[in-house]
């Protein structure tokens, strides 16, 4: 099985993650937490380009020609053979972050995002995604002070310097996406304490684990 976790900054997607995880580890179930980009030894390399406020000259094409580069590889990689093997795989972000922040925020064609995140991912598509939706300027506040606590504003903090508005419009891709698949996505309130959100991711996977 392969769930993805989506959602703005600052929607406790590394938290939740990091409890579910720990949910299947305890239901006996082998899981491989991975996430994009930075899987694999070269989304290492290229989450240190993009990530990092010195690159806030990046072209958006060029953007999502390297997030496309890290998610092909990591498939390869990492995503299919874990899967092959009978893992259940958690991914932080996939590919509805690219339609999202580079279709919604940056304003590149989402049909044609579509088209290329088919060719990077060959095949390999997520069973469930766990949309944390949380309005976005309660997020850029979350994620900003939590950068800012971590030390990690300038080697990480590229997207959250983006204007509010940005981040209003890479919500409402996310929304639309969860509208046009309703199978496949789950939307979640990430606004409550994060006991209750765990509880409710849980619930999600549980469910389509077959309890």
């Known amino acids: 099985m392969f769930v993805t976790l989506e959602g703005v900054e600052?929607?406790?997607k590394s938290t939740q993650i990091e409890r579910l995880c720990a949910s299947l580890n305890a239901a006996g179930?082998?899981?491989t937490l991975t996430r994009q980009p930075g899987g694999?030894?070269?989304?290492r390399t290229l989450r240190a380009i993009?990530?990092?406020?010195k690159s806030s000259g990046l072209d958006d094409r060029a953007e999502l020609f390297l997030y496309l580069a890290d998610r092909a590889q990591h498939v390869a990689e990492v995503i299919r053979p874990a899967l092959e093997s009978?893992?259940?795989v958690v991914c932080d972000r996939y590919i509805d972050s690219t339609v999202a922040y580079q279709g919604y925020g940056r304003g590149l064609d989402v049909a044609l995002l579509t088209r290329l995140n088919a060719v990077a991912v060959a095949g390999v598509l997520p069973?469930?995604?766990?949309?944390l939706d949380l309005?976005?300027?309660?997020?850029?506040s979350r994620a900003m002070a939590r950068n800012h606590a971590a030390g990690?504003?300038?080697?990480e903090g590229r997207f959250e310097a983006e204007h509010l508005d940005f981040h209003t419009r890479v919500r409402r891709g996310y929304l639309a996406l969860a509208a046009a698949h309703p199978q496949r996505f789950v939307v979640i309130d990430a606004a409550p304490v994060p006991e209750l959100v765990a509880r409710a991711v849980w619930q999600a996977v549980s469910a389509r684990l077959g309890g």
């Open 29 to 31: 179930r082998p899981v």
């Open 135 to 140: 309005d976005a300027a309660a997020g850029l």
């Open 10 to 12: 600052g929607s406790g």
């Open 50 to 53: 993009l990530l990092s406020q």
């Open 40 to 43: 694999c030894e070269l989304g």
């Open 86 to 88: 009978g893992q259940v």
């Open 152 to 155: 990690t504003a300038a080697s």
């Open 127 to 131: 069973d469930l995604t766990i949309l």
